[in-house]
C-alpha cells in the first residue's frame, strides 16, 4: 500500500481549508450586520424629533438583521426591557462568531505553519502561503467587526435611549412605552 501523499493535493487542500473556514467565520457577520449605526441614529433621532414615529419603526423593520436597528425598534415598541433582551442576543451571536473566529485562526495558522515547511522542504507552497496570510487578515477584519458592533449596541444603552426620550415631542412620547427602566 503506498502511503506517499501527492504535495500538490496537500497544499491544494490545505489553502481550502484554510479559505473555506476563514470565509465560514469571519465573513458572516459583515455581510448579515452591514449597517452604519451612528447614521442611523442620527437618521432615527431625526425621525422622532419631527414626530414621524411610524416611519422611524418602518425604517428600523426594513433591516430585520442588523442588531442595532433591531435593539431601538424593540426599545420603541416594547420597551428598555425588550431593548435589553435584544442586545443580550446580539452579545451572545457575537461570542459564537468570536469562537468561529478562533477556529479560523487555528487554520489559518496551520495553513501558514505547513506552507513553510513544505517551501523549506523544497516544494511550492505559494498557494497555501498566500491563503493563509488572506485568511489571517480576514480573521483580524472580522474580529475588529464584531468589537465595532458590540460596542455599537452598547453605544444605545450609553447615551442614545436617553437622547431618544429627550428628542421626542410630547405626543410621541406618549407612543414611546417604557424608555428607560
Known sequence: MNTNVDP??????????TVLATVWA???PLFSWPLKT????????????????ERAVKLLKAAPSAPTA??????????????????????????LHRLKLALALIAAVTGLAAGIYLYESGQDATALLVASGVSLLTVVWGTVSIRRIVSDCDLLFTS???QLGEAAPPEVKENIRGLMP
Open 8 to 17: 500538490n493535493f496537500m497544499i491544494w487542500a490545505l489553502s481550502g481549508i
Open 26 to 28: 469571519a465573513l458572516g
Open 38 to 53: 451612528q447614521v442611523l441614529l442620527d437618521f432615527v433621532l431625526r425621525l422622532v424629533r419631527d414626530g414621524n414615529l
Open 70 to 95: 433591531q435593539i431601538i425598534l424593540a426599545f420603541i415598541t416594547d420597551g428598555f426591557d425588550a431593548a435589553e433582551q435584544k442586545r443580550e442576543a446580539f452579545v451572545r451571536v457575537a461570542s
Open 160 to 162: 442614545f435611549f436617553g
